[in-house]
């Protein structure tokens, strides 16, 4: 399977995971981890990428950045070559290091920020690395020390991720820590792996009848937020992107928002998929293929079959939408 390309401009909100391959353990010692964490400290002064939460477990990392000007492919290509060079080196070991690519998941700021603090910094406790809160507040391998205040990480986004919960320092480590300590108990979250088609069609709730009928179809897991979010990355990411959506994929997308504009406009779902001519139909029909051929890059030939008419009158119809738009 081919892979998939990196979603990523600069700004871009990213929850990288980094894993050891087969399981191998990334750190053996203190002097690995300060090791790991000084190459962050010096990319993050030359690529200008901002660091807002982070952990380091044994056997794996978490991070959640914002992208600096040169994207996340540098400051990760660097990091991690560097790292298992010198990992390498130090315990007379070849090959690689770290498992496949990093994950990377472009994620939307305003709904997930904070819980994606709150998921990466709780790692430690959810695995048994301390026991408490208290213990967690200490533990130097994670961002949340250093928002607590117990540790000095000069490159770590204290200040931003603080003032989301306010502009005084002591109220915002105590409101923060509160935060943390209510998510103690919520165990993993498999959505923060992404699903980004599936809240694209609207969520869970429009797409569940659809599975129970049968239906499969995969997310994808490069993007974690909502319809619109969604909507936008993989309108930057281009048409090639959208084409990567497998045909399960795409029918389930197409009956949507068939069905979404047919029920905004008053039009029976059966007169526009057997071709119907009037005017209003007609409209319908040319918004509908300007919205799967330009939105998502579903081929014209593919959105005729659906419609019922030939691929030229689905070309038209959206030459003719274009030309008022």
Known sequence: MPRQSRLDSPGTLHHIMI?????????????????????????????????????LMDNHVHL?????????????????????IRFNQKYSRKGHLFQNRYKSIVCEKDPYLLELVRYIHLNPLRASVVKSIEELDRYPWSGHSVLVGKYKRPWQEKEYVLMQFSDEKRRAIQAYRKFVEQGKDRGRRPEFVGGGLIRSLGGWS???????????????????????????????????????LKNE???????????????????????????????????????????????WGIPMAEIA???????????????????VE
């Open 19 to 55: 894993r050891g391959i087969e399981g191998l353990q990334i750190f053996q010692d203190n002097q690995d981890r300060d090791d790991f964490l000084s190459r962050i400290r010096h990319l993050v002064e030359i690529t200008g990428t901002r660091i807002l939460a982070w952990v």
């Open 64 to 84: 959640l950045i914002f992208s600096g000007q040169q994207g996340i492919v540098k400051f990760m290509q660097s990091l991690l070559t560097g790292y298992a």
């Open 305 to 323: 079959r659906r419609l019922g008419v030939c691929t030229s009158a689905i070309a038209k119809a959206i030459q003719n939408l274009e030309a």
């Open 249 to 295: 994929e795409r029918e389930v997308l197409t009956d949507l928002i068939i069905k979404k504009i047919c029920h905004e406009k008053g039009v029976k779902e059966e007169e526009l998929k057997s071709g119907g001519q009037r005017r209003k139909v007609s409209e319908v029909r040319a918004k509908v293929s300007y919205h799967l051929c330009h939105e």
């Open 206 to 244: 429009q797409v569940l009848s659809l599975r129970s009928q049968g239906v499969k179809f995969d997310h994808d897991s490069r993007i974690l937020g909502g319809r619109d979010f969604v909507a936008d990355i993989l309108r930057e990411a281009g048409s090639k992107l959208k084409r990567q």
